[in-house]
């Protein structure tokens, strides 16, 4: 199997045998001889390519295999870059410079901060041609004339460059479009049953990137995120992903009554739905015979989202193509701006009825929501384990706190979770999600640690925190004055110590759990907890923040009406200068994408949520307080909610959306 | 482990599937053009899961739909709807409550899921599996073995000691937990930064209970020592040990016999106070050990008293200003809290 490596840094280009492997390793010996920039040379979409060409079985073995090659490569390149004048400071060890004991922890620990290291030189010490390339491949501004001095200095103690570095925006849209604008290559596989995902993943990012225009406009709007046909192309691949079923029983935590009075009145569960099967009419003679045959009586219509088309209703996918689909439903049907994306060449024959031609992709994303919102209550409501409050991810699978906050995200979003006072138990006309039972399980998740696990007793640890935290806040039961007496409470000191305990003194990122690694997706699982769990604390003063509300929906409610930016009334009790500097150093893929750490290959999960983390950075955070790193105006995302990881203008539009009842 | 040749018979190998499923027509996915996220699928993949779907949509409960979700879990074992498929499958044959079977399907997971699993449909299987058959002293031990050789290759395998947890509160056997108690101290004196160990030795030390009941106070001062002499003095760095002895005492304030509870904290805030004297004694800054000094804030607090917590504030400013400067925000809230503490 032919192929060539062009190296992306001295563009040769070279033929591929078993020996690769050493071509690529001369390669970059000779680029390091060439003084180009180390931070570049190091990004691993190089080192990516070239162990991909070199260890062909890369792609589909574990993570653990990719580690010891990568590693390879990398004892080798520390090496050669160690024959260069010492650029980087002296890298403080975990804890304060002292490790007391040797363990496979504090290997491993210091293993990382080695990895970051270079990535945190002083960029100003850089001689002028490294700074050079740093701009060519987009991480410093061009014509900048601190940044093409000649004159190459450490100024000792801070880096007045920090406030240049840039987020390489048009590389990581084109990364994140490919999956919609072309078919991923058969190692994707092991995602067949995440779709829903993928495509979340890379709209939420792509929408994070979105840039204002002003095109005709007097105020600056954001455009729509795709062109209609390929909009039109989501919303079909999700309802591929829709799985159906009915059920004659209702579940027994829906009837109240005795035997002979059974009153059914949740108003979502029991509503009316195009495709429920009526029951046979009982006057019709013929129906009397077929209740002799035990004909089943009414039929409701069920159903959830699967991995792919033809799997299971599962409520991660269930939450990612609810997610995508708000994305998409509450963009502009008259929108014009990516019209010429659809009328450029296209491969296949034009069919002028294609539905992409007459109706937008926001109507369709609507009706669909439309459609699956009592069928998905349905299938929720079916999931719950009434014993202990939890949720199954799928009929017969899994309990853990994810499944409480993808089945409440689903819920609330699409008018699902009214507002009920907590201390009073769920009546007959009130539905039957987030009852205190709910509350309780997620609570009893909470660790001696202060974060939560994914079900009681397991370790604390950031995906679960997030999940906990956020689905609690949706719930409205976190926060002084929530406790009816009807739930147990959460411990939001312990939460917050555990959560500000997590983010790592040298790297600036976040890890998952105590004593492990520093991970890029931690930006947001636990970056976006510190920001739900700094509101649960004391409030400034403030006339115009209602303290019982959504604050970041607030915040945008009011700066939309006053035209101008608020800051929330609470701080961010996280370091938010140092986690975007990991972010932008570390976490950059230089050919566009994020990844966990600059050892892993870039993907679009991580991609995904070190944006969704840098955006709850740059927008939760107090201007009078925060110092921000890298360049303020260039980086600037779109804000996300981080409750609901998207934007919080779709949130709000979708909150407000009027779903019909029959 | 299942041998090669055991793991073959369980499947069906790709080159026969058209003969074995002559009767079906397979089911394409639609990957046109008019899709997003499509994954160029390999033939052989495409073939499997295009019968996969044949078969899901006509329900068909068999050994060959059952060898068939081998073939799928294989080339993708993260699609749970095969692996729910596949339990099915086992029910519906009468093999669910098999022991054999079930012991096949342990080893089939097993197979698939490599040294160290990170995957959860593959340990799902094994919790839904035993669920339905019962764990019993048999699987008990076969489990916990196996869970046993992943923790070798990762200890801290998250699946691995979530599932541990289920065996234990499933079977809920004395002898067994005082087994895990060992285990736990070894991996502990294996990495004293294990964070997964300590917080399965609080799991054991609770019996996996969360009745409101705190530790008997002769418990709770056996794990307040283990934290100190195991952990905290050998090593003060670690943030493992701190928040468990941390833990511990909180537990007993709040749910204990509280005078006995007090007298408890006072003597391992002494304990404490006197580790960050070893290191000036050494001439070492103590401040520089931050992970002490949170935990030292932590005791003084629980202290309650005026003095101790105008001690806690200044070392909470401390941390804040110097010695832990990436939680300053965090700090100065404590410090605050702390300082209402005593306003009031």
Not at chain 1, 277 to 283: E, G, I, K, S, Y
Not at chain 1, 501 to 507: D, F, I, K, L, P
Request: hydrophobic fraction near 35%; proline fraction near 5%.
């Amino acid at each position: 199997m032919k192929k060539s490596f062009r190296c992306p840094i001295t563009s040769t280009e070279r033929g591929v045998s078993t020996s690769c492997r050493e071509v690529f390793l001369s390669e970059t010996t000779q680029a390091v001889e060439k003084g180009i920039t180390y931070a570049a040379l190091w990004s691993s979409s190089i080192i990516t390519e070239a162990v991909t060409l070199a260890f062909p079985p890369f792609m589909m073995s574990s993570t653990d295999g990719n580690r010891n090659n990568n590693n390879e490569v990398y004892s080798f390149l520390q090496q050669q870059l160690q024959l260069q004048p010492p650029l980087f400071r002296t890298v403080p060890f975990h804890d304060n410079n002292s490790i007391i004991i040797d363990t496979e922890t504090t290997r491993l620990q210091q293993e990382t901060e080695q990895e970051c290291a270079p990535f945190f030189v002083e960029l100003s010490s850089l001689p002028p041609g490294q700074r050079e390339h740093l701009v060519q491949v987009g991480l410093l501004p061009a014509d900048d004339a601190l940044v093409t001095s000649t004159i190459s200095e450490s100024d000792g103690d801070g880096d007045d460059m920090a406030s240049k570095v840039q987020l390489l925006r048009d590389k990581h849209r084109q990364y994140l479009q490919q999956v919609w604008k072309k078919k991923l290559k058969a190692p994707f596989v092991s995602l067949d049953s995440s779709r829903p995902w993928i495509l979340y993943w890379c709209l939420h990012g792509f929408d994070l990137l979105q840039e204002t225009t002003t095109d005709g406009r007097d105020t600056p709007k954001i455009m729509n995120i795709v062109s209609n046909r390929e909009g039109c192309n989501m919303v079909a691949t999700l309802k591929d992903c829709w799985q159906s079923y009915y059920t004659a029983d209702p579940p027994s935590l829906l009837v109240e009554g005795n035997e002979d009075n059974r009153q059914y009145k949740d108003p979502f569960y029991f509503a009316r739905h195009e495709d429920d099967v009526p029951a046979a009419d009982t006057d019709d003679p013929n129906s009397r015979q077929k209740q002799k045959q035990k004909q089943p009586s009414y039929q409701y219509y069920c159903g959830g989202f699967g991995g792919g088309p033809g799997q299971l209703a599962h409520a991660a996918t269930t939450y990612a193509a609810v997610l995508a689909l708000c994305i998409l439903a509450t963009d502009d049907p008259n929108d014009a701006s990516k019209i010429e994306q659809d009328t450029s060449s296209d491969d296949d024959d034009d069919d002028a009825s294609a539905e992409w031609t007459t109706i937008h992709y926001s109507t369709l994303a609507r009706e669909l929501l439309q459609y699956v919102r009592i069928p998905l209550y349905r299938w929720m409501v079916s999931l719950q384990q009434s014993h202990t409050g939890g949720y199954r991810m799928h009929h017969d699978g899994e309990v853990d706190v994810r499944a409480t906050y993808t089945i409440i995200t689903c819920a609330k979003l699409l008018g699902l979770l009214l507002p009920e006072s907590s201390s009073s138990p769920p009546s007959s006309s009130r539905p039957v999600l987030n009852r205190p039972q709910v509350i309780n399980f997620v609570v009893s998740c909470q660790t001696y640690e202060g974060g939560m696990g994914g079900e009681p007793f397991s370790e604390a640890h950031g995906g679960y925190t997030f999940c906990g935290v956020a689905a609690l806040k949706i719930m409205d039961a976190l926060g002084p004055g929530k406790d009816g007496g009807a739930h147990k409470q959460l411990d939001t000191t312990a939460l917050l110590g555990w959560l500000a305990r997590r983010q790592m003194a040298y790297e600036g990122g976040f890890s998952g759990r105590s004593n492990k690694l520093v991970d890029g997706c931690y930006s947001f699982w636990q970056g976006a907890a510190l920001a739900i769990a700094s509101s649960c604390g004391q409030w400034e003063e403030s006339v115009t923040y209602d303290k019982d509300g959504d604050p970041w929906l607030q915040r945008y409610q009011l700066s939309c009406r006053d035209n101008k930016e608020f800051d929330l009334p609470f701080p961010l009790f996280f370091d938010v200068g140092m986690l975007e500097r990991y972010i932008l150093l570390c976490a950059q893929e230089i050919s566009g994408g994020l990844r966990d750490k600059p050892s892993k290959p870039r993907d679009f999960y991580h991609t995904c949520y070190n944006l969704s983390g840098l955006s709850v950075a740059q927008h939760c955070s107090n201007r009078r307080v925060d110092t921000s790193y890298g360049d303020a105006q260039q980086t600037r995302l779109s804000p996300t909610h981080p409750c609901y990881n998207i934007r919080i203008d779709r949130v709000a539009a979708i909150l407000d959306a009027i779903w019909t009842t029959p | 482990m299942m041998a090669m040749a055991a793991l073959n018979d369980a499947m069906i190998p790709i080159e026969d599937l058209s003969q074995v499923f002559s009767d079906m027509t397979p089911l394409p996915q639609n990957d046109g053009s008019d899709r997003v996220c499509v994954i160029q699928y390999p033939t052989a993949f495409a073939l499997a899961y295009n019968y996969m779907r044949a078969i899901w949509q006509s329900k068909e409960m068999s050994q060959r739909a059952l060898k068939l979700t081998a073939t799928c879990a294989k080339l993708n074992p993260a699609n749970y709807t095969v692996w729910h498929y596949r339990r099915q499958c086992l029910k519906d044959l009468g093999l669910a409550s098999n022991e054999d079977a079930v012991r096949q399907d342990l080893a089939l997971a097993a197979a698939l899921g490599g040294p160290n699993p990170k995957n959860y449909q593959i340990w799902y299987h094994r919790r839904a599996l035993l669920e339905t058959h019962g764990v019993k002293e048999l699987f008990c031990r076969l489990e916990l073995d196996y869970i046993k050789d992943v923790l070798r290759e990762d200890a801290k395998n998250y699946h691995a000691w979530s599932y541990r947890q289920w065996i234990l509160e499933a079977v809920d056997d004395e002898e067994l937990w005082k087994e895990e108690m060992d285990f736990a101290s070894t991996l502990i004196d294996e990495d004293i930064r294990n964070n997964s160990a300590w917080n399965q030795r609080w799991f054991v030390v609770h019996r996996g209970k969360q009745d409101g009941k705190p530790l008997s106070m002769n418990e709770a001062r056996l794990e307040a020592d283990f934290a100190i002499d195991k952990g905290i003095s050998v090593d003060p760095y670690n943030e493992s040990s701190c928040r468990y002895l941390l833990s511990i005492l909180k537990e007993q304030l709040l749910e204990g016999e509280h005078d006995l509870a007090k007298k408890l904290v006072e003597e391992h805030e002494a304990k404490v106070s006197n580790l960050r004297l070893a290191f000036e004694k050494t001439n070492q800054d103590p401040g520089k050990c931050v992970n002490l000094t949170a935990t030292w804030i932590d005791l003084l607090e629980m202290m309650g008293d005026k003095e101790s917590l105008q001690k806690a504030v200044s070392l909470a400013k401390g941390q804040a200003t110097e010695h832990d400067r990436i939680r300053t925000k965090y700090w100065l809230f404590r410090a605050k809290q702390l300082q209402n503490g005593i306003d009031e």
